[in-house]
């Protein structure tokens, strides 16, 4: 068969699989095997492929034709200029987590340097090496406790960190990793925490529920890691500090009410492109 050929075999089948972008996915799968995007598939397809080459893309279509994330597949996700390490252990970036990182960013437009802030739940570290790229001056810890996923955060902090991000394992919901580890205040506290309630998980989307469960669980209403930034986080940041989040769609004014009893003001509520919330950011009174 030729590229070409495999390519349209392939986008047939994840089709009848039902996976929501069918096109899109044989494409990247196309030039993870290939090496040629969608253009060069349009110039040279008319090529016999290889035993090795069409083996390749066909076990990737199997394996996306089964719902593995597409993610996953590849082993790498763009985000904000950057191609991250992904796999299982680690949630894959999402687009919309941009509109946290932009917030924060534009919070701390001004403030002078060096400036020196926490990540919760670094994940693939995608938050605070984003910030990074957008705030000159700036350097942070990013804590990650699940063991998988800080492999992954360790190698993304390596690749594109320059030395700005460093890498901490600790349990964002433990009183003790806030005393224990982070004894000085800090610029800005950023985080994009588990927030699906418990119950919502099994309706997720298949290629969702095989991420790991603890980057979604945010316990019976969603809010439990939001609880813990209030208590042991939020008072780490210095008067005049930042204070970012992401959010579920319906969770502004739980989040919002949380961090004003924890001090915060100047909340702001942030939307996705969707216009669906996305996030909530404040400051910390001088």
């Known amino acids: 068969m030729t590229l070409s050929e ?3 075999s392939g986008k047939e089948t994840l089709r009848k699989a039902g996976c929501d972008s069918p096109e899109f996915d044989a494409a990247c799968l196309a030039e993870k095997a290939w090496g040629l995007d969608r253009q060069g598939l349009f110039l040279r397809g008319n090529r016999e492929a290889n035993p090795e080459e069409e083996a390749s893309f066909l076990q990737m279509i199997r394996e996306r034709a089964a719902h593995r994330p597409l993610q996953y597949i ?14 299982e252990g680690v949630l894959a970036p999402r687009e919309d987590t941009e509109v946290v990182v932009r917030a924060a960013a534009s919070l701390l437009q001004n403030t002078g340097s ?11 570290g995608a938050v605070a090496l984003g910030l990074c790229s957008l705030v000159p001056g700036l350097r942070m810890d990013c804590v990650e406790w699940m063991p998988e996923a800080f492999a992954f955060l360790e190698q993304n902090t390596r690749r594109f960190g320059e030395g700005r991000v460093r890498p901490v394992r600790g349990d964002v919901l433990d009183a003790r990793t806030a005393e224990a580890l982070f004894p000085h205040p800090v610029d800005v506290l950023i985080s994009n925490p588990p927030y699906v309630r418990a119950e919502e998980i099994p309706g997720l989307q ?41 959010i579920g769609e319906e969770q502004a004014e739980a989040v919002c009410q ?17 216009g669906l919330d996305r996030a909530v950011t404040g400051k910390i009174p001088v």
């Open 206 to 246: 298949q290629e969702v529920r095989q991420e790991p469960h603890s980057a979604l669980d945010g316990g019976q209403d969603g809010l439990v890691f939001y609880r813990a930034i209030a208590d042991f986080w939020i008072p780490k940041v210095k008067p005049g500090g930042v204070v970012a989040v992401e």
């Open 6 to 8: 495999l390519y349209r």
């Open 74 to 87: 590849l082993g790498s996700w763009p985000f904000m200029d950057m191609q991250l390490l992904v796999g």
């Open 258 to 274: 949380l961090f004003q009893k924890a001090g915060v003001t100047e909340l702001c509520v942030h939307q996705d492109l969707a």
């Open 114 to 124: 060096p400036l020196y802030g926490i990540d919760l739940c670094g994940g693939t």
